[in-house]
Structure formats: structure tokens, C-alpha cells
């Protein structure tokens, strides 16, 4: 764990502990720069690699001291070795939540960010409602029956679960878990609704990232464009997406997806997680 460079010598053969030395310009000792007991091998490559680098600019320095010797002494002035271990634990496993109304492009940015983006798991949702074209089962959703589905919330095996248009959807809890264990951030898709249901169960442990179009005309458009809902359903969406919009504030990031400019916005999502992981004092979760 620390490095061994000072162990092997004798402190006091070097410098008494009493007259430890303060080194100065032209002070540095004698007996440290000269003693051929220092110089293993591995010191006169150090020393060769310092003496074809260009000249000191800092004339108060050390003049012929190698990098190896320096350090020895240093650490031996300190009295402690230089560990090699990081100065800063590594950043705990975040819980993203992804959210925002029915049509902002939710799973577009997340597709992007899976493209581009390692470490993150993407938590695959249980949901009854039918499968559309183009989606996987295992993949876009796991598509269980009614039945399937309410077994599993009886079990107490979904971290939350919601009525949304007449279908059921629950985040399963097992697959947090095991990704988080192997050391992996967690994303998790859910509506405005299933965002404040995971902000009581999870308070200030998890991220949340509230996605919202440029405009609402720019959102109903998307909606649209995509054909899957019918006229009846879209009224619905566009109603309700009227009514969450106001649940912006208990977000704690806002990421405009506007029209054209997805990969700005999954940048924008990359911006907030590393912001996340360089943080002083770290989110920790319990699932
Ligand atoms: N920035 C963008 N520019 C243009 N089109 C977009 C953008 N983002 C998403 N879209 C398109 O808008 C439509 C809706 O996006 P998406 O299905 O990702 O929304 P969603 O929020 O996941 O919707 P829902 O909650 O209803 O499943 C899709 O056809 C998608 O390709």
C-alpha cells in the first residue's frame, strides 16, 4: 500500500532524528546525493530520465538531487512514506432517474445514452400493457400478464409500481441490486407520476432529470408524429402532460430535449452524472 522506498534505509544513518534538516538551495546533504548505497539500478535510470530533462527553471531549487533521493528525503522529513493508494475513495454507484411527460423523447435520450455511455444500467420495467412493433421483450419492457404482474408487486419484488393508462409498470428490485453490487449506475425511465413515488421512497439518495421539450406545441408534434396513440389516448397524454409539467420542482436537474438536438441532450445527462460523481459529498443509496 505505501510505498517501501524509505524502509529499506536507516533513517538514522542518514539523518539523526534530532538535526532532521530543512533543505535549502545548495544545503541539500552531501551524504544523501553522493551515497552509493542509494543508488540501486532503478535510481540511476530515475536519475538518467531527470538529467536529459530540460534545465530546472526554479533557481531556488535542489541542484543535483535525483527525483528518488528527493522523495526519500522527504519522506523521511515528514517521517511517514508517500502512499500510492487514490486520495479520494471512489465515487459511490449513482441511481438516475430519468422522467418527464408522455412524447419528451425519454426513450430516445436513453437509447443515445446507452450508446454511448458504459457503466450505467438501464432497468428494464415490467409493465402489462402489449408489446408495440419494434420493441423486445427484455430489452424495451418485460411484458407480463395482469396476473404476472400483480404476483410480482404481492411479492413485494418491485421498487415502485403505477397504474399508467391503463397499464401496469414496476420497477423490478433484484436488478438494482445485482448492478449496483458489480459497481454499475443505475438509470431508471419512469413517468412524472413514477418519479414521485421513487422521490418519497428514495429522498436525496437518487438523481432525478426532469426531460421536457422546447415548447408543448414541439411535444403534442413528437406525439404525433410517432402514430401509436389513438385521438382519444393523445388528448389524455396532452391533458395530463399539461397538468405534470408543474412537478418540475421537485427535480433536481432539467434537461431541454429540443427539437433536432438530441445528442445535445444526452450530452446535457452525461454533464449531470459526471457532475455527480466528482461530488465532495457522495449520494448513497439503499435498495
Ligand atoms: N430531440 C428530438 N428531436 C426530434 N424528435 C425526437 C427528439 N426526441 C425524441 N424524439 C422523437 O419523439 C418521439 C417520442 O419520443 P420517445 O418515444 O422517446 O418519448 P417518451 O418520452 O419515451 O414517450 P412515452 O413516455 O410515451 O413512452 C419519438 O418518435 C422520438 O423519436
Given at each position: 500500500?505505501?510505498?517501501?522506498?524509505?524502509?529499506?534505509?536507516?533513517?538514522?544513518?542518514?539523518?539523526?532524528?534530532?538535526?532532521?534538516?530543512?533543505?535549502?538551495?545548495?544545503?541539500?546533504?552531501?551524504?544523501?546525493?553522493?551515497?552509493?548505497?542509494?543508488?540501486?539500478?532503478?535510481?540511476?535510470?530515475?536519475?538518467?530520465?531527470?538529467?536529459?530533462?530540460?534545465?530546472?527553471?526554479?533557481?531556488?531549487?535542489?541542484?543535483?538531487?535525483?527525483?528518488?533521493?528527493?522523495?526519500?528525503?522527504?519522506?523521511?522529513?515528514?517521517?511517514?512514506?508517500?502512499?500510492?493508494?487514490?486520495?479520494?475513495?471512489?465515487?459511490?454507484?449513482?441511481?438516475?432517474?430519468?422522467?418527464?411527460?408522455?412524447?419528451?423523447?425519454?426513450?430516445?435520450?436513453?437509447?443515445?445514452?446507452?450508446?454511448?455511455?458504459?457503466?450505467?444500467?438501464?432497468?428494464?420495467?415490467?409493465?402489462?400493457?402489449?408489446?408495440?412493433?419494434?420493441?423486445?421483450?427484455?430489452?424495451?419492457?418485460?411484458?407480463?400478464?395482469?396476473?404476472?404482474?400483480?404476483?410480482?408487486?404481492?411479492?413485494?419484488?418491485?421498487?415502485?409500481?403505477?397504474?399508467?393508462?391503463?397499464?401496469?409498470?414496476?420497477?423490478?428490485?433484484?436488478?438494482?441490486?445485482?448492478?449496483?453490487?458489480?459497481?454499475?449506475?443505475?438509470?431508471?425511465?419512469?413517468?412524472?407520476?413514477?418519479?414521485?413515488?421513487?422521490?418519497?421512497?428514495?429522498?436525496?439518495?437518487?438523481?432525478?432529470?426532469?426531460?421536457?421539450?422546447?415548447?408543448?406545441?414541439?411535444?403534442?408534434?413528437?406525439?404525433?408524429?410517432?402514430?401509436?396513440?389513438?385521438?382519444?389516448?393523445?388528448?389524455?397524454?396532452v391533458a395530463t402532460a399539461r397538468e405534470e409539467i408543474?412537478?418540475?420542482?421537485?427535480?433536481?436537474?432539467?434537461?431541454?430535449?429540443?427539437?433536432?438536438?438530441?445528442?445535445?441532450?444526452?450530452?446535457?445527462?452525461?454533464?449531470?452524472?459526471?457532475?455527480?460523481?466528482?461530488?465532495?459529498?457522495?449520494?448513497?443509496?439503499?435498495?
Open positions: 500500500m505505501f510505498r517501501k522506498i524509505s524502509s529499506s534505509l536507516s533513517r538514522s544513518s542518514i539523518f539523526p532524528i534530532s538535526t532532521r534538516p530543512i533543505f535549502k538551495s545548495g544545503s541539500y546533504p552531501q551524504s544523501l546525493q553522493q551515497s552509493s548505497r542509494l543508488r540501486s539500478s532503478s535510481l540511476r535510470i530515475a536519475e538518467t530520465q531527470m538529467s536529459d530533462s530540460p534545465q530546472n527553471p526554479n533557481p531556488a531549487a535542489i541542484p543535483s538531487a535525483t527525483k528518488p533521493e528527493l522523495l526519500r528525503a522527504l519522506e523521511f522529513h515528514l517521517g511517514s512514506s508517500f502512499s500510492v493508494d487514490p486520495i479520494t475513495p471512489p465515487p459511490n454507484p449513482l441511481v438516475i432517474v430519468i422522467s418527464g411527460a408522455s412524447g419528451v423523447g425519454k426513450d430516445a435520450v436513453i437509447n443515445k445514452l446507452r450508446e454511448v455511455r458504459e457503466s450505467l444500467h438501464f432497468v428494464v420495467t415490467a409493465t402489462s400493457r402489449p408489446m408495440r412493433p419494434g420493441e423486445l421483450d427484455g430489452r424495451d419492457y418485460f411484458f407480463v400478464s395482469r396476473d404476472e404482474f400483480l404476483s410480482m408487486v404481492e411479492r413485494d419484488e418491485l421498487l415502485e409500481h403505477a397504474l399508467v393508462y391503463g397499464d401496469y409498470k414496476g420497477i423490478p428490485k433484484k436488478q438494482i441490486q445485482e448492478f449496483m453490487a458489480k459497481g454499475y449506475d443505475i438509470v431508471l425511465r419512469v413517468d412524472i407520476q413514477g418519479a414521485q413515488t421513487l422521490r418519497k421512497i428514495l429522498g436525496n439518495s437518487a438523481v432525478f432529470i426532469f426531460l421536457v421539450a422546447e415548447s408543448e406545441l414541439a411535444m403534442v408534434e413528437r406525439l404525433i408524429d410517432r402514430r401509436t396513440e389513438s385521438h382519444e389516448e393523445l388528448l389524455v397524454r408543474r412537478h418540475v420542482k421537485n427535480f433536481d436537474y432539467v434537461v431541454v430535449n429540443a427539437k433536432g438536438k438530441l445528442e445535445d441532450s444526452v450530452k446535457r445527462v452525461e454533464s449531470i452524472i459526471d457532475a455527480e460523481k466528482s461530488k465532495v459529498h457522495q449520494r448513497i443509496v439503499r435498495i
